[in-house]
């Protein structure tokens, strides 16, 4: 049953191999000065950058670079965003890159004007902005799929010394004013970070899906998605130039994460905070630490949500029920789910992450715990599904 | 394959038994004068309007009555609402009702300071209003399920003398600013109407799914949309207040048609347009002009995109493929269609509706007919379409 909820999203996409044509117009909504974020410099090799420049340069902006986010971006460079805003009197900021750069430009937004330490009160303490607070616009050129962020207020930063790695979900004036969504730009992705983002978005297909076991839309939605997902990168694997199956999965990402599907249900998302205190711990790749934990979580939580976990299998997946328990259809869906997996060559164990014996204590203590998927797990379950991964 | 595409879409939804709650809030940001649009008064009888107008109050409003609304707006009832928004100096229109009521609302808004006959210039010459133009705001509360208008930029409105029932669709300026979807305000609607507005959702469904025959992303979700219609619409015939039911029924209407489904890809619309056509000759109610047609018409196009109706049949129908030709699935899923059509209970022949051979010349001089489907239909099969039909 869908209980009460509201639902806007205020960001526009602009979608496709032309894509980029739209964002001199898009930019002309804003001030002067844009603060260009971006990571290790990719876009430099592939031209991405220089088009980007170009439109900056068309739109007469001046820009203020921010290069050298990294793959799990970190307070200090959170401050250091800040600081250069601040200091630039920067009026937008452009996120070029994948969920990480546009989490991190997401932090800055708020952090840049804001009278205090954003990751104590914005990450620690999951305060929102106060009414009224000057946080700058954010736009985003995507370059890598699976996160969402290009049309949600997640934002995601990882604090090493704290050994914390804490997403926060900001209100609608955080999130992307626009986004810039073309296919070709993740055609040059290295295939690690590729697959690690397929997964990316299949975990949060599932963190939504598996929660309540009544029957509403959100889930038919999701189930559709999903069967697209693993149409689509089953394909790409093979063929990561072939335009139809990557921009199928662009947009099944963009939709997978932009406030849509959790619209009047609950949600689980254990999987995700399993995966953020490996990730705290070894700075692992974000959908690897996902993928690494998925079947033993999914196995363990399985016989509290059986029924759910029996359509998965028959509407995502297509197992046969004749002559099946209820539970043999279940298992057969998560048994799916693994061979899909090894498929498209993502990290099965959490070994081969870095993640040892010796390190579940830690990954336990840092692993929030939430009630609201099939099953509230202990700590010491919680240690159990990671060994098992191991 | 996605092709190029913009999204966004403004209107703010709120959802749940508790959604006309927000009404206040939402007034907040317009001016003091509020056209208030409904139809026949029905929901003075079931309550709605005195909620709506004690909102209306605690909001400091004044009200401009604006009732009696049509099932099918007329140029007429336009014009004389378009007056009173300039005579009042009306600020902001609200549209209490359905999809008929908020399309009329939607009219009123670029006709009330238009310097022009809007008929002609929006609808029959389907320009856009001039960059610049005053549109008044609209806000809608829903009673009635299937149009989708409470989240797109759609308005049908019909010339009675000219013979027309033609269909605009506005871009985001006239789009809803925000929309209350109670799933209970939806439960005294007579069934007639309410299986009507089943079938249009189908319909809308049906319309944009039905083109192109490669793989995306927008199919996916429509087929996730269609199965839990199906399924939502199954229980709503014999339980009308089965709240999970109908809310799921509600939710789907509006994603059916609120402009994502149409993203990066064709649609066809014919039934439609030959609906419409109908509408125009006998006044007969939208959702059910169009279930008349239906058969006749899928069956007629099927040859020309056999392998998508065979995978409709197999997804949306669970039609099993085993020792089947593509042929016989792709019939065998028109007729689930037809078997869930009976189900529910809508009209099945245009004949119910008052269409006669002696109207077939008329009906199909009023289709406008468009290349966008599986094969672009001559005069001579729409004849032949609605022939069938009777």
Redesign the interface.
């Known amino acids: ?19 980029l044509d ?1 964002l001199k117009s898009e930019l002309a909504a804003f001030g002067p000065v844009v603060q260009l974020c971006y990571g290790g410099g990719s876009i430099k090799r592939n031209g991405i950058y220089d088009k980007v420049v170009a439109a900056l340069a068309e739109a007469g902006k001046t820009v203020v670079e921010d290069a050298g986010v990294m793959p799990n971006p970190t307070v200090d460079k959170l401050r250091e965003g800040a600081r250069i805003a601040r200091e630039n009197n920067v009026d937008f900021i452009l996120a070029v890159g994948g969920g990480s750069t546009i989490d991190y430009a997401k932090g800055v937004s708020v952090a840049a004007h804001f009278d205090g330490d954003a990751w104590e009160t914005f990450y620690k303490q999951q305060q929102a902005p106060a009414p009224g607070a000057r946080i700058l616009p954010v736009g985003a050129v995507l370059t890598m799929v699976g996160t969402g962020s290009e049309m949600n207020g997640g934002s995601v930063i990882t604090n090493h010394e704290e050994g914390l790695k804490i997403g926060k979900v900001f209100d609608e004036r955080v999130m992307p004013r626009f986004a810039i969504l073309n296919p070709e730009f993740t055609y040059t992705l290295p295939r690690y970070q590729m697959v690690a983002g397929f997964f990316d978005i299949m975990s949060h297909l599932m963190e939504q899906y598996f929660s309540n076991d ?5 889930d ?6 999903m ?2 997902l693993v ?2 990168t089953r394909i790409a694997v093979t063929e990561p130039e072939n ?2 199956a990557r ?2 999965i662009m ?2 990402a963009t ?1 997978a994460l932009n406030t849509l599907l959790k ?2 249900k609950r949600q689980d998302w254990m999987v995700h905070m399993i995966g953020q205190a490996i990730g705290a711990q070894t700075n692992a790749t974000h959908g690897m630490t996902l993928s690494a934990v998925s079947l033993a979580y999914y196995r363990h939580v399985l016989p509290y949500g059986e029924r759910k976990f029996a359509r998965f299998a028959e509407i995502v997946w297509g197992v046969r029920t004749e002559g099946k328990t209820q539970r043999e259809v279940a298992e057969a869906g998560i048994d799916a789910l693994e061979a899909w997996m090894k498929e498209i060559g993502v990290v099965m164990r959490a070994s081969e992450l870095g993640v040892t014996e010796a390190m579940l204590d830690a990954v336990a203590d840092s692993t929030i715990i939430f009630d609201s998927g099939y099953h509230q797990l202990t700590r010491e379950e919680v240690i159990d599904i990671v060994r098992k991964s191991l």
Do not use: I, Q, V
């Open positions: 049953m869908l209980g009460n909820f509201s639902y806007s999203n205020p960001t526009r996409l602009h979608f496709g191999k032309d894509a739209a009544d029957d509403n839309t959100s038919y939605l999701n189930e559709g998605l069967r697209s149409s689509a335009y139809e921009s199928n947009w099944t939709w619209c009047g």
